[in-house]
């Protein structure tokens, strides 16, 4: 385990509400601060930490791999940041892009012509993690002379599917 500052603050807040919890319990200050120096890393570990990552959306960031992207669509959204940031798949031809990327899920739809746009594919990121994360993340790749010219990440409200 790495020890770094955030650990240790967090650990000192968990020490002092540790401490003025059982202080309310028993008047022996010794037997306090022994209880509380044992009881702290087992409530931080098994209560603190996972209730913090339940309402933070902190996710592990990874490099493009088309042979994840297509296994595990659902995490597409760890690798889709680092693609942008270092330009993976600007240039590249609708063709490469299908080979990397599979094919395209949905066009976007162009209110001018009534209908698709064949030069903007979209494809799922899945549904980062969070508590209170009700959106699923999408991206955009925009061709222009048949070579990708931009990506656009965005959310959409999550929808469920309900026999009626």
Wanted: charged fraction near 25%; aromatic fraction near 14%; avoid cysteine.
């Amino acid at each position: 385990m790495i020890i770094t500052p955030l650990l240790v603050i967090f650990m000192i807040i968990v020490f002092v509400l540790l401490y003025l919890f059982l202080k309310t319990v028993d008047k022996r200050e010794w037997l306090i601060v022994l209880i509380s120096l044992i009881m702290t890393p087992l409530v931080y570990f098994y209560m603190f930490y996972p209730f913090l990552n339940i309402i933070s959306n902190y996710h592990h960031q990874k490099y493009f791999d088309a042979e994840a992207w297509s296994e595990k669509p659902a995490l597409r959204y760890e690798m889709i940041d680092s693609t942008i940031d270092t330009d993976t798949l600007k240039g590249k031809s609708k063709t490469e892009i299908e080979t990397l990327l599979g094919k395209a899920e949905w066009l976007t739809w162009d209110d001018a012509k009534k209908s698709h746009d064949d030069n903007k594919w979209n494809y799922g990121l899945g549904i980062e993690p969070g508590a209170f994360n009700d959106e699923k993340g999408n991206v955009e790749i925009t061709f222009i002379n048949n070579k990708v010219e931009a990506l656009r990440t965005y959310n959409e409200p999550l929808t469920f599917d309900t026999d009626e």
